[in-house]
């Protein structure tokens, strides 16, 4: 449970950071890249 939310948590802030350091970045991108990255966390966790 919480562990699980740390490890989003962390991965989200961590993709925040880069995507503010880059002054062409969409926030669409961003979105697609958390989305992506949760999905196969998530996945990896249920096996």
């Given at each position: 449970g919480q562990a699980l939310g740390e490890l989003v948590?962390?991965?989200m802030?961590?993709?925040f950071?880069?995507?503010v350091k880059r002054d062409e970045a969409?926030?669409?991108e961003?979105?697609?890249a958390i989305r992506?990255?949760?999905r196969i966390?998530?996945?990896a966790i249920a096996v």
């Open positions: 948590f962390n991965n802030n961590m993709m950071i880069e995507f969409k926030i669409a961003l979105r697609t992506r990255q949760n966390l998530v996945a």
